[in-house]
């Protein structure tokens, strides 16, 4: 069963603009959700984190919001730049199931000049 | 260097032969994890180290894959029988807690098996 869930394989934003990725998933035992960003033949890289008890987490160009009751989050970059191109990968861990990342499926950000 | 570094970077293989994937993780870090990453698949939990230990193996897929970290620092993947299934990327990360969920990952080792 797949605990993290991304549905967006993909998503194509201008330069400049707002890139949302989303994020759901379904054990409610997750108290702990990250983002990761992953450019090819790289291993993924930390990006941003939220804790269970927050519902937005900020760093520069990119948010974090947790909707608990939505079993939903999502990663917002504002703005844009052709760099953040890569692929993000949503993950989540349990803390009283021993703290292992759960990673969603991934999306791809193509962000256009 | 200062990152995470596995080895090989790529091997490729004959079914029902014997591998083995290195780790070394960050100097001074106490946990490390092995994911296995399929095309189009995010990062797949297989097993976490605390120091020497195995504290959870419970993403393992079967008997045919095995992993050791006799010092608590170095790991090595080991896979029995190769199957064709087990073609992947096979990821290291450490980081220097248990709980913080920030991994450091190593570039991989892509694994093909013919």
């Known amino acids: 069963d797949q605990q993290v869930k991304q549905n967006s394989p993909s998503l194509s934003v201008q330069e400049g603009r707002i890139s949302i990725l989303n994020c759901d998933y379904t054990n409610s035992m997750f108290d702990y959700f990250l983002w990761y960003k992953k450019y090819p033949a790289e291993g993924p890289t930390f990006l941003i984190s939220i804790s269970s008890i927050k519902d937005k987490n900020e760093d520069g160009r990119f948010t974090v919001f947790l909707n608990k009751s939505a079993k939903h989050l999502s990663l917002h970059i504002v703005p844009s730049q052709p760099g953040d191109s890569a692929v993000y990968f949503c993950?989540?861990?349990?803390?009283?199931?021993?703290?292992?990342?759960?990673f969603g499926q991934g999306t791809e950000l193509s962000v256009k000049p | 260097g200062a990152g995470v570094s596995q080895t090989p970077s790529n091997k490729v293989t004959e079914k029902g032969k014997y591998v083995e994937l290195r780790c070394d993780p960050i100097?001074?870090?106490?946990?490390l994890y092995w994911y296995r990453q399929s095309l189009g698949q995010g990062p797949e939990f297989l097993i976490y180290?605390?120091?020497?230990?195995?504290?959870?193996d419970s993403g393992l897929p079967n008997d045919r894959f095995f992993a050791v970290r006799p010092e608590g620092s170095v790991s090595t993947l080991k896979i029995q029988r190769t199957e064709r299934g087990d073609s992947a990327v096979y990821l290291c990360?450490?980081?220097?807690?248990?709980?913080?969920?920030?991994?450091?990952f190593g570039e991989g080792s892509r694994l093909t098996v013919l």
């Open positions: 180290f605390q120091g020497t230990g195995a504290a959870d």
């Open positions: 100097s001074g870090h106490t946990a």
């Open positions: 993950a989540a861990s349990a803390t009283l199931q021993g703290g292992k990342l759960i």
């Open positions: 990360a450490s980081s220097p807690t248990r709980n913080t969920g920030e991994l450091f």
